[in-house]
């Protein structure tokens, strides 16, 4: 080889080669334009969510009405708790990755297996979290119905509190039979989620309680959701009410619009999707670690690749935090 | 491999012995930056909530303010873009903020607009 490359006389000025123009080897560089396109990617996601949510202002669910549970505290109204504490672990996890990084730069080999193993900790109990939040988040708590218009109507009582569907719903005599093809119209289907009540059910207990009123979902000038007075409850109820709604799936969201409940699965779950690679890469960087690879390599700057990755994930969070829980 | 860290945060006010000691103290400041969003969260205090600037609720000003600076924090120090050439810094930042900048302006006029559409025209949409 050394005898058909030609020496151009450039060795060791600017154009040369063999130098890093941006003083970062090829792989953290390429790693940077990875994140940067996959930022644009999330800003595309979280300004379509602003986008719908402009189009819809003044009837959007209030976040802190929506995501109001803590596990094990079954009925204990607890806005942003355990929400913020996923943002604390997820923060914790980024600390102890950067601290894996640090240790790496000091080839401490034990040093960087534990910090790299206390991340995928961390990690872990993250998606377990949004695991946790999504099934909560489905299976809905006090139930509403939805109105020929596709809004939401939810139920409270005199007193202001919301009042759950079972509470007044009132079981009206005849059967509900689970229509199959074998046995009915071929081309017609249940609907995609069947509801413990049926509207007539709804509409029933709402006449027969006369300390029942209902919310819209339009929020007055102090962002709070309009209440109706027992006149126009009874009027909207009846001439406008058409299906229960239990819960949040890609079509009906008792919470309100069902553009949040997509947007909630879509952009937590393409962030829930990258926390879970994240943690599959850390833990092949783990085994490296273990097994030696990179003391070999004599550089641990796959713990920094990684790294980095790891804390974009983290940085995605905070603003999808902001912008689902906060604003 | 010899790593230079620059050792202080906010201009020069916190200045650490070690990286290690600096991680720890960004991570303080970033808790405490959450604190306060949650708990401005879960108070929501009127005076906050009904006061406006450019016509966003001044509480939701805060909020994306304080994101903001947590995720400077996040990026400059655990990311150590703060270590990195200015020329890396700026091709990363600016490209992004451009961009993300101009997608937001234009999405949300156009969602504004199409609210406006919608509660003034003829359409019946509530029912």
């Known amino acids: 080889m050394e005898a058909t490359v030609a020496k151009t006389g450039t060795e060791g000025k600017t154009w ?114 949004q695991a946790w939040e999504w099934a909560t988040f489905i299976k809905g708590d006090y139930g509403a119905v939805e109105t020929k218009g596709g809004k939401i109507i939810q139920f409270l009582n005199t007193e202001g509190e919301r009042v759950a569907l079972a509470d007044f719903a009132k079981q009206l005599p005849g059967d509900r039979e689970i229509h199959e093809k074998k046995n009915g119209i071929w081309y017609a289907e249940e609907p995609v989620t069947m509801t413990t009540f049926s509207f007539e059910e709804v509409k029933a207990g709402f006449l027969a309680n006369d300390d029942l009123l209902i919310r819209t979902q339009y929020l007055d000038e102090h962002g709070h959701p309009t209440v109706l007075s027992r006149e126009a409850s009874i009027e909207k109820l009846v001439n406008d009410g058409k299906l229960v709604v239990e819960g ?19 952009i937590t779950g393409f962030h829930g999707f990258h926390v879970f690679s994240g943690v599959v890469i850390n833990i092949i960087i783990f085994f490296n670690v273990i097994l030696g690879t990179y003391e070999r390599r004599k550089n641990y700057e796959m713990v920094e690749k990684v790294g980095l990755y790891w804390h974009f994930v983290d940085l995605v969070w905070v603003f999808v935090f902001t912008f689902f829980y906060l604003v | 491999m010899a790593h230079e860290h620059k050792l202080e945060i906010f201009r020069g006010l916190w200045k650490f012995k070690s990286n290690i000691s600096k991680i720890w103290g960004v991570f303080a400041f970033l808790c405490a930056v959450t604190a306060v969003e949650v708990v401005l969260g879960i108070v929501k205090p009127e005076s906050l909530t009904d006061s406006h600037f450019l016509a966003m609720k001044t509480l939701n000003w805060i909020f994306i303010i304080l994101t903001l600076v947590k995720a400077y924090y996040i990026t400059w120090d655990f990311m150590h873009m703060r270590d990195e050439w200015k020329s890396l810094r700026r091709s990363v930042v600016w490209t992004a903020v451009f961009l993300i900048c101009y997608l937001i302006l234009i999405l949300l006029i156009e969602g504004d607009y199409i609210f406006d559409v919608y509660k003034m025209n003829y359409i019946k949409f509530d029912f």
């Open chain 1, 16 to 129: 040369g080669g063999g130098n890093r123009p941006l003083n970062a080897s090829y792989g953290k560089l390429m790693m940077w334009f990875f994140i940067v396109s996959d930022a644009l990617t999330f800003s595309g996601f979280i300004a379509s969510y602003g986008f719908s949510r402009f189009k819809f202002i003044d009837a959007w669910p209030v976040a802190d009405e929506v995501f109001t549970h803590v596990p094990f505290l079954h009925g204990v109204p607890a806005p942003m708790y355990y929400v913020a504490f996923m943002t604390l672990v997820l923060i914790f996890s980024s600390v102890t990755m950067v601290l894996a990084v640090d240790a790496g730069h000091k080839m401490q080999r034990t040093k960087v297996a534990w910090y790299m193993f206390f991340t995928i900790i961390g990690g872990a109990i993250f998606v377990g979290s």
């Open chain 1, 248 to 266: 949040a799936n890609l079509r009906h969201n008792e919470y309100g619009h069902p553009l949040f409940a997509n947007f909630f699965f879509f």
